[in-house]
T-cell receptor, first 115, second 116 residues
Framework: AQKVTQAQTEISVVEKEDVTLDCVYETRDTTYYLFWYKQPPSGELVFLIRRNSFDEQNEISGRYSWNFQKSTSSFNFTITASQVVDSAVYFCALSEANTGNQFYFGTGTSLTVIP | DSGVTQTPKHLITATGQRVTLRCSPRSGDLSVYWYQQSLDQGLQFLIHYYNGEERAKGNILERFSAQQFPDLHSELNLSSLELGDSALYFC???????????????FGPGTRLTVL
């Protein structure tokens, strides 16, 4: 079973629109970590945020915000006033404290921001 | 720039050949991870080394092997290459504490392997 599900394969928005990327995870661990990474067309993976399972406080960083809800096992990512430079593939990932050091990545959401 | 370096950036080789991918972690990071990104499999964890010792194995083929050297750089060896091994190979590093807390992995730019 997929531990991380990103149901949206591709999303297109017009510049300045807001967009939310969904991430649903599955784990039995009580301690775990959630991540978002950005992969622009150049190919590198850029770390955006890490969230601990014991901290459900939402976070805002500039135009980016994250909504972590344990009750629905979701860790959604919102970009406000999207820009062309936001065009990339975004990956959500899970790391469990008790089952090894690997990351489980979702399949990614490809975001295209149209000027 | 994450601070993780990978060489080479691109590699083109033929089926049946063997290649070595190299990774230098961020200064001070003891953990190195290898991932394979292909169109059909997505991002797959291959293997994790911590301070020279293998810590975890994921979906790594027997034709593939890795090691981490005393200076903490790591090499991923791919042998008897097949067309399906064509992919982007990422190395990541993290500053794992001795308590084993899962912390952020910082990824290198990747090595794009093309097997013809």
């Amino acid at each position: 079973a997929q531990k991380v599900t990103q149901a949206q394969t591709e999303i297109s928005v017009v510049e300045k629109e807001d967009v939310t990327l969904d991430c649903v995870y599955e784990t039995r661990d009580t301690t775990y970590y959630l991540f978002w990474y950005k992969q622009p067309p150049s190919g590198e993976l850029v770390f955006l945020i890490r969230r601990n399972s014991f901290d459900e406080q939402n976070e805002i960083s500039g135009r980016y915000s994250w909504n972590f809800q344990k009750s629905t096992s979701s860790f959604n990512f919102t970009i406000t006033a999207s820009q062309v430079v936001d065009s990339a593939v975004y990956f959500c990932a899970l790391s469990e404290a008790n089952t090894g050091n690997q990351f489980y990545f979702g399949t990614g959401t490809s975001l295209t921001v149209i000027p | 720039d994450s601070g993780v370096t990978q060489t080479p950036k691109h590699l083109i080789t033929a089926t049946g050949q063997r290649v070595t991918l190299r990774c230098s972690p961020r200064s001070g990071d003891l953990s190195v991870y290898w991932y394979q990104q292909s169109l059909d499999q997505g991002l797959q964890f291959l293997i994790h080394y911590y301070n020279g010792e293998e810590r975890a194995k994921g979906n790594i083929l027997e034709r593939f092997s890795a090691q981490q050297f005393p200076d903490l750089h790591s090499e991923l060896n791919l042998s008897s290459l097949e067309l399906g091994d064509s992919a982007l190979y990422f190395c990541a590093s993290s500053p794992d504490t001795t308590g084993g807390l899962r912390v952020t992995q910082y990824f290198g730019p990747g090595t794009r392997l093309t097997v013809l």
